[in-house]
């Protein structure tokens, strides 16, 4: 069965990074890409950005362009996503899902940003 | 970006009552594939989301038949045909089709 398994949570404060994985197993990893969608405390859903696990391209939000790396290592089959220069309202839980449409979910990653 | 709105925010039913969700996108999701990808989204409280319809109004594995989705164009709708209590949460549309994929703002669904 598709798993997605994501990294613990993190506390961190304001100018720092993160880097949270998603360990993906029970499918040909490089045959589907993974989004991340990230959700604050008490909002919506909100897309940050796409990477294919065949390739390594890429498509992040315009919003999130020149702090977030998406990466993959497919030795692994793990994808990470790397929020850099953290703010207070990056304060979220943040998922990893797999194509196509989302169709899968990781179990999310609580990041939160304090001083 | 394709401006998602989903109407009502909130959605009081009750039990064995039918409830239905509208999703708006300010164009159209027809790709150029001739696919819409239209999805519906679940998240029950403290969990991950889930998807329940793709493509407009096709079902995942395991999603109850009272669960479908349907429209075309701009306009759509996710219809529960006799609401129970494990169907509270917050339910999502999101589109596909276009670069940045887009969320609506959510719709929570509650017993009244």
């Known amino acids: 069965q598709v798993q997605l398994v994501q990294s613990g949570a993190e506390v961190k404060k304001p100018g720092a990074s993160v880097k949270v994985s998603c360990k993906a197993s029970g499918y040909t990893f490089t045959s589907y890409g993974i989004s991340w969608v990230r959700q604050a405390p008490g909002q919506g859903l909100e897309w940050m950005g796409w990477i294919s696990a065949y390739n390594g391209n890429t498509n992040y939000a315009q919003k999130l362009q020149g702090r977030v790396t998406m990466t993959t290592d497919t030795s692994t089959s793990t994808a990470y996503m790397e929020l850099r220069s953290l703010r207070s309202d990056d304060t979220a839980v943040y998922y990893c899902?797999?194509?196509?449409?989302?169709?899968?979910w990781g179990q999310g990653t609580l990041v939160t940003v304090s001083s | 970006d394709v401006v998602m709105t989903q109407s009502p925010l909130s959605l009081p039913v009750t039990l064995g009552q039918p409830a239905s969700i509208s999703c708006r996108s300010s164009?159209?999701?027809?790709?150029?594939?001739?696919?819409?990808?239209l999805n519906w989204f679940q998240q029950r409280p403290g969990q991950s989301p889930r998807r329940l319809i793709y493509k407009v109004s096709n079902r995942d594995s395991g999603v109850p038949d009272r669960f479908s989705g349907s429209g075309s164009g701009t306009d759509f709708t996710l219809k529960i045909s006799r609401v129970e209590a494990e169907d509270v949460g917050v339910y999502y549309c999101m589109q596909g089709t276009h670069w940045p994929l887009t969320f609506g703002g959510g719709t929570k669904v509650e017993i009244k």
């Open positions: 899902a797999r194509e196509p449409s989302l169709n899968y």
């Open positions: 164009q159209s999701l027809v790709h150029s594939d001739g696919n819409t990808y």
